[in-house]
């Protein structure tokens, strides 16, 4: 079974940081990209940022130059530090792999609980 626990979500003001963790459980034949997607209130799931394998980032263009995504591949995690932290980054952040378990013939999406981050003006 496969799950992708987060952790590091909070309240914090404007101009703060926070820093986001997620790890994967289970046996991988390979973990492509990771990635990190929030939700706000009222709002459609957006990505904020992937990691491939690699190293290779993308950033949604909101936070680019405050946040940074980085991969543990040893030890299947994922996180991304936030700094400079507006309101308008207030949602639940969900943790994201697609991913092969071994034994498996394809890969799949996985996703975490959620997480949430709460920026206060």
């Known amino acids: 079974q496969v799950q992708l626990v987060e952790s590091g979500g909070g309240l914090v003001q404007a101009g703060g940081s926070l820093r986001l963790s997620c790890a994967a459980s289970g046996t991988f034949s390979s973990i492509n990209n990771m990635g990190w997607y929030r939700r706000a209130p009222g709002k459609q799931r957006e990505l904020v940022a992937t990691i491939s394998f690699g190293g290779s980032t993308n950033y949604l263009d909101s936070v680019k130059g405050r946040f940074t995504i980085s991969r543990d591949n040893a030890k299947n995690t994922v996180a991304l530090q936030m700094n400079s932290l507006k309101p308008e980054d207030t949602a639940v952040y969900y943790c994201?792999?697609?991913?092969?378990?071994?034994?498996?013939?394809?890969?799949?999406?996985?996703w975490g609980q959620g997480t949430q981050v709460t920026v206060s003006s």
């Open positions: 994201y792999m697609y991913a092969r378990r071994t034994g498996d013939r394809v890969g799949f999406d996985y």
